[in-house]
């Protein structure tokens, strides 16, 4: 540490001692007191006075106040700012050291928590739950690989915008339908909606191909029932057909299917109705969803490129459309028939329906016959969903 430049060194001032204590005629010659004396000599060492000293022989003496450190000034002020200093800076340089470091452990912990959960996710049981309907704990958003369509009305899809574009199985769908005019009876199926096939210029017969060719699925009423087609036509052009006997007039519900190669599923508001295995494979066409106006609205259409389960069937968002949100009227009070011989507007509704519902009820029956041949002894189907 360097010394003030008025200071002395020890040496020196133990050289002027010597020779103050050894001359007797020091005071003499120096023209100095000995208080003169004693305060130069300490003042070098402590600390010179800047305060002049009093004149004359009855001056009072004054407290004297120092201007320069001295020996022992210099080095403990000195040493008081190095101190100073050395304290501020090891205060900052803590608080900075356990804040970083505080900060190191608590990003530590996350990510070993975070490669726990995950080892638990993947091998022992599903903690986050990615799409709607999956196992899992904490529901996960923006892993649903539907696509939505007819959110506020229902329009012709091009097929070049499905996500299906390429598939005639292999996917899943869903729609919201509210028959708005079950009055309106016909020969013929009555076309909902269809994925591919042209519709014919003079439909003949009962069957869904009397009415569209080359289809990939189609979905209509009966005739003159309330009750709903799901066709899906196979490489050898035979209908593989399901049957929803009495669903809802003027209450929405929710159509599900689910279409692979081998055979399909159709879910009515999330629950398993129908089950049927293909004679065939189905058709390999493709083509554009287009709805048909008139006899009912539909609502909330959307598709996936893959085979669902049936809790992600159950759990589909969004949920199924309110009547308030089809915003649609009273059943209309006319009958539209394209055939006299079917239905009269003499004839009651409730008559026509009944005779209808009793003439279909062997069908119906016979169907499920046939059905229940296709089926293990344990109620489920023969071919896997794969």
Not at 6 to 11: F, G, R, Y
Not at 77 to 95: R, V
Not at 236 to 250: A, C, D, F, R, W
Not at 344 to 363: C, G, I, K, V, Y
């Amino acid at each position: 540490m360097a010394l003030p430049a008025n200071a002395k060194t020890p040496e020196r001032l133990l050289n002027q001692i010597k020779r103050v204590a050894s001359n007797e005629n020091y005071y003499k010659l120096s023209g100095t007191s000995a208080r003169e004396t004693a305060s130069s000599f300490f003042g070098s060492i402590f600390g010179s006075n800047t305060k002049e000293k009093p004149s004359g022989p009855s001056a009072p003496l004054a407290p004297l106040a120092s201007s320069s450190s001295g020996i022992l000034g210099g080095i403990f002020s000195a040493s008081a700012a190095s101190a100073s200093a050395a304290s501020t800076s090891g205060a900052n340089g803590t608080n900075g050291f356990h804040l970083s470091h505080m900060i190191a452990y608590v990003f530590a912990i996350l990510c070993v928590l975070l490669i726990i959960i995950l080892f638990v996710h993947f091998f022992i049981t599903p903690i986050f739950r990615l799409r709607p309907g999956t196992p899992g704990l904490i529901p996960v958003p923006g892993f649903d690989d539907g696509i939505l369509y007819w959110s506020s009305s229902s329009a012709h899809l091009p097929n070049a915008t499905l996500p299906i574009r390429n598939q005639s199985y292999g996917y899943s769908f869903h729609v919201d339908i509210f028959i708005e005019n079950p009055l309106a009876l016909s020969p013929q199926p009555r076309l909902l909606f269809h994925r591919g096939g042209v519709l014919k210029d003079k439909p003949s017969g009962d069957t869904m191909l009397s009415i569209l060719s080359r289809y990939n699925v189609a979905v209509a009423l009966a005739p003159d029932t309330n009750d709903l087609i799901v066709s899906v036509l196979n490489k050898n052009h035979g209908m593989e057909t399901s049957i929803l006997s009495n669903v809802p007039v003027q209450t929405p519900f929710r159509l599900s299917m689910v279409i692979m190669e081998q055979g399909m599923e159709v879910y009515l508001n999330g629950q398993l109705m129908k089950t049927r295995r293909f004679h065939a494979a189905p058709l390999d066409i493709t083509g554009d969803i287009v709805p048909i106006p008139g006899l009912a609205t539909l609502r909330q259409l959307k598709l996936w490129g893959r085979i669902l389960s049936a809790s992600e069937i159950r759990e589909a968002t969004p949920a199924l459309t309110t009547a308030n949100d089809f915003n649609l009227g009273p059943i209309p009070s006319s009958t539209s028939c394209g055939d006299a011989s079917v239905c009269s507007t003499n004839t009651p509704l409730s008559h026509t329906l009944s005779d209808a519902s009793t003439s279909t009820m062997d069908a119906a029956a016979a169907a499920a016959a046939i059905a229940s041949s296709r089926l293990s002894p344990t109620g489920s189907a023969l071919f896997t969903r794969s």
